[in-house]
């Protein structure tokens, strides 16, 4: 069984850090790309950051030069640092990753709350 674990949501004041962490587990095959969605009420899930197994890295106009995502590859995680936190980050956070046999696999999601 393969299994993705999110951790590290919650409050958090505007301006404030966060950082999420998500590992993989279970027969889950060669990872290609790891990355971070959210989605806030009302709105679409949109991607946050990705980073492929080379390391290239992509991000959301909206939150470069804030958050920086980053990968272990020998123990499956990918980690995303949240910084300078703003209201409209509000929304529960979802690790998406992507096998090299094209398999997709989703967490449960994390919420991240900012507060004003």
């Known amino acids: 069984q393969v299994q993705l674990v999110e951790s590290g949501g919650g409050l958090v004041q505007a301006g404030g850090s966060l950082r999420l962490s998500c590992a993989a587990s279970?027969?889950?095959?060669?990872?290609?790309?790891m990355g971070w969605y959210r989605q806030a009420p009302g709105k679409q899930r949109e991607l946050v950051a990705a980073?492929?197994?080379?390391?290239?890295?992509n991000y959301a106009d909206s939150v470069k030069g804030r958050f920086t995502i980053s990968r272990n590859n020998a123990k499956s995680t990918v980690t995303l640092q949240m910084n300078s936190l703003k209201p409209e980050d509000t929304a529960v956070y979802y690790c998406?990753?992507?096998?090299?046999?094209?398999?997709?696999?989703w967490g449960q999601g994390t919420q991240v709350t900012v507060s004003s």
């Open positions: 998406n990753v992507v096998t090299f046999i094209k398999r997709d696999y």
């Open positions: 279970g027969s889950i095959g060669l990872i290609n790309t």
């Open positions: 980073i492929t197994s080379a390391a290239s890295t």
